[in-house]
Nanobody, 114 residues
Framework: VQLQASGGGLVQPGGSLRLSCAASGSIDSRSTMGWYRQAPGEQRDLVARIDNFGTTYYADSVKGRFTISKDSAKNTIYLQMNMLKPEDTATYYC?????????WGQGTQVTVSS
C-alpha cells in the first residue's frame, strides 16, 4: 500500500489550500483514511478522517474551516482547508487504516504566513 500526498504550499492567513492523498495497492473498501499534522516540536495530531460509510470526524480546531472528502473510485481523499490561520502551519500526513494495519504517506508542508 502506498499513499501519495500533494497540495501543500505557502498561503496567507485567510487563504485556502486543497490537499490530496491517493492510495494505491491492496485497498480494502472498508478502509478509513485521514489527515494528521505535525508542527515542529509537537506531536502528530489527527485533523480529520473519513470512513467507508462517509462518516467524518474533525478536530475542534478545524471544525467549520476544513472539509474532508473522498473519491472512492480513485481511492483518493481530499482536505479542503479554508480560512487558514498561522497555527495551521505544519507538515500534513495522510494515513489509511486497513484492518489492524496503518500506512502513512509522505508529508506535505503547509505554511500560513503573511
Amino acid at each position: 500500500v502506498q499513499l501519495q500526498a500533494s497540495g501543500g504550499g505557502l498561503v496567507q492567513p485567510g487563504g485556502s489550500l486543497r490537499l490530496s492523498c491517493a492510495a494505491s495497492g491492496s485497498i480494502d473498501s472498508r478502509s478509513t483514511m485521514g489527515w494528521y499534522r505535525q508542527a515542529p516540536g509537537e506531536q502528530r495530531d489527527l485533523v480529520a478522517r473519513i470512513d467507508n460509510f462517509g462518516t467524518t470526524y474533525y478536530a475542534d480546531s478545524v471544525k467549520g474551516r476544513f472539509t474532508i472528502s473522498k473519491d472512492s473510485a480513485k481511492n483518493t481523499i481530499y482536505l479542503q482547508m479554508n480560512m487558514l490561520k498561522p497555527e495551521d502551519t505544519a507538515t500534513y500526513y495522510c494515513r489509511i487504516r486497513l484492518g489492524n494495519s496503518y500506512y502513512w504517506g509522505q508529508g506535505t508542508q503547509v505554511t500560513v504566513s503573511s
